[in-house]
């Protein structure tokens, strides 16, 4: 009875620790590459704009940083003109 309890314990042990960092080293190189070309997979899925649709999202974007940044910096004068009379009172 105690035999088989020992034969037990030797076959649920876990692998050496000496083996855990072998691994780790072998197995490296997989696992930094892996991310990338599974990146490089789902690259080849995407639908890429026409040069059209580009330039016609570019000239939005350009347009809506020209439009935000007239209203902060009419926001920003607003309240440096507020701070100056809070300031004379």
């Known amino acids: 009875m105690a035999d088989e309890k020992n034969v037990q314990k030797k076959a649920d042990a876990k692998p050496a620790?000496?083996?855990?960092?072998?691994?780790?080293?072998?197995?490296?190189?997989?696992?930094?590459?892996?991310?990338?070309?599974?990146?490089?997979?789902?690259?080849?899925?995407?639908?890429?704009?026409?040069?059209?649709?580009?330039?016609?999202?570019t000239l939005i974007v350009l347009a809506f940083i020209v439009f935000m940044g007239v209203v902060i910096g009419l926001l920003d004068l607003g309240s440096s003109e507020l701070v100056r009379l809070l300031i004379r009172i």
């Open 17 to 57: 620790t000496g083996n855990k960092f072998v691994n780790f080293f072998k197995n490296l190189p997989a696992n930094i590459a892996r991310p990338f070309r599974d990146m490089w997979h789902e690259l080849k899925k995407v639908t890429w704009p026409s040069k059209k649709d580009l330039i016609n999202y």
